[in-house]
C-alpha cells in the first residue's frame, strides 16, 4: 500500500517536472502578450498627442500668415487681393477656408475666385489623401476632418477618385492605404450628406479588392450608416 502511494506520488511529480516548462512558456506568452499591448497602446496615445502638438503649430502659423496678408486682403488692387487670398487658401487651409468662405460673399467676382480656388483645393488634397507619403496622408485627412466634412462636391470627388483608384497602375499612388484612408473619411461624414451619393458609394464598396480585408471591413461600417 505504501509503495502504491510512493508510486503515485513520483508519478505526481514526474508530471509535474514535465508541465514546467508548458507551464514557463503560457506564462512567458502572456506576459509578452501583454507587453506588446501595452506598448501599442502606448504607441498610439504618443501619436495621438503628437497628432494634437502638430495640430496646434500649424494652427498657430496659419493664423500668423493670415495676420500678415489681411492687409493685402483690403487692398484695392483686385489683382493683389487674388493672390492673397490664394495664398491663404493654400498655406493656411484650416483658417484660410473660413477667410475664403466669407471673402466669397462679397460680390461675383470674389465667389468665382473663391470656387475656382476650392475647385484645385479639393483636387490637391483628396490627392494627398492617396499619396505613398504617410505624412502627406495623414496632413490630407487632417484638413479633411477640419475643413471639407460639410462640403459636399468635396464628397463626390472623394467617391469619383476613390472608384478610379482601385485599378490603378500609378505608382505615385498608394492604393491600399488611399482607399482605406477615404473609407474611414467617409465615416466622418453625416449620414443625410452620405445618402445623397448611396449608390455610388454602394457600387465602389462593392467593388474594393476583396484581398483587403481592413479596408473591406471599414466600408462595411459605411454602408452600416448609409442602409446599405
Same mark, same amino acid.
Given at each position: 500500500?505504501?509503495?502504491?502511494?510512493?508510486?503515485?506520488?513520483?508519478?505526481?511529480?514526474?508530471?509535474?517536472?514535465?508541465?514546467?516548462?508548458?507551464?514557463?512558456?503560457? =506564462?512567458?506568452?502572456?506576459?509578452?502578450?501583454?507587453?506588446?499591448?501595452?506598448?501599442?497602446?502606448?504607441?498610439?496615445? +504618443? &501619436?495621438?498627442? @503628437?497628432?494634437?502638438?502638430?495640430?496646434?503649430?500649424? /494652427?498657430?502659423? /496659419? +493664423?500668423?500668415? %493670415?495676420?500678415?496678408?489681411?492687409? /493685402?486682403?483690403?487692398?484695392?488692387?483686385?489683382?493683389?487681393?487674388?493672390?492673397?487670398?490664394?495664398?491663404?487658401?493654400?498655406?493656411?487651409?484650416?483658417?484660410?477656408? @473660413?477667410?475664403?468662405?466669407?471673402?466669397?460673399?462679397?460680390?461675383?467676382?470674389?465667389?468665382?475666385?473663391?470656387?475656382?480656388?476650392?475647385?484645385?483645393?479639393?483636387?490637391?488634397?483628396?490627392?494627398?489623401? &492617396? $499619396?505613398?507619403?504617410?505624412?502627406?496622408?495623414?496632413?490630407?485627412?487632417?484638413? %479633411?476632418?477640419?475643413?471639407?466634412?460639410?462640403?459636399?462636391? &468635396?464628397?463626390?470627388?472623394?467617391?469619383?477618385? $476613390?472608384?478610379?483608384?482601385?485599378?490603378?497602375?500609378?505608382?505615385?499612388?498608394?492604393?491600399?492605404?488611399?482607399?482605406?484612408?477615404?473609407?474611414?473619411? &467617409?465615416?466622418?461624414?453625416?449620414?443625410?450628406?452620405?445618402?445623397?451619393?448611396? +449608390?455610388?458609394?454602394?457600387?465602389?464598396?462593392?467593388?474594393?479588392?476583396?484581398?483587403? $480585408?481592413?479596408?473591406?471591413?471599414?466600408?462595411? =461600417? =459605411?454602408?452600416?450608416? %448609409?442602409?446599405?
Amino acid at each position: 500500500m505504501e509503495k502504491d502511494k510512493k508510486d503515485v506520488w513520483d508519478r505526481l511529480q514526474a508530471v509535474g517536472t514535465a508541465c514546467i516548462p508548458l507551464i514557463i512558456a503560457i =506564462v512567458g506568452w502572456v506576459f509578452t502578450n501583454n507587453y506588446n499591448k501595452s506598448q501599442a497602446e502606448l504607441q498610439q496615445i +504618443a &501619436f495621438e498627442k @503628437q497628432n494634437e502638438v502638430q495640430n496646434i503649430q500649424v /494652427q498657430v502659423s /496659419q +493664423a500668423q500668415l %493670415i495676420r500678415d496678408l489681411t492687409q /493685402q486682403l483690403a487692398s484695392t488692387d483686385k489683382t493683389v487681393r487674388d493672390i492673397a487670398l490664394a495664398a491663404i487658401v493654400y498655406s493656411a487651409p484650416n483658417l484660410g477656408k @473660413q477667410v475664403a468662405d466669407i471673402e466669397s460673399k462679397k460680390d461675383a467676382a470674389s465667389a468665382a475666385l473663391v470656387q475656382n480656388l476650392y475647385d484645385g483645393k479639393r483636387t490637391d488634397v483628396i490627392t494627398g489623401l &492617396f $499619396s505613398t507619403s504617410a505624412q502627406s496622408r495623414l496632413s490630407a485627412y487632417n484638413e %479633411i476632418i477640419n475643413n471639407w466634412l460639410t462640403d459636399d462636391q &468635396f464628397l463626390a470627388d472623394l467617391i469619383v477618385q $476613390s472608384k478610379r483608384l482601385i485599378n490603378t497602375t500609378n505608382t505615385l499612388q498608394d492604393r491600399n492605404n488611399g482607399l482605406y484612408n477615404a473609407m474611414v473619411v &467617409f465615416q466622418n461624414y453625416q449620414p443625410t450628406m452620405l445618402l445623397k451619393h448611396k +449608390a455610388d458609394l454602394e457600387d465602389l464598396i462593392n467593388s474594393l479588392p476583396s484581398s483587403n $480585408s481592413k479596408t473591406k471591413d471599414q466600408g462595411n =461600417v =459605411v454602408l452600416k450608416r %448609409i442602409g446599405g
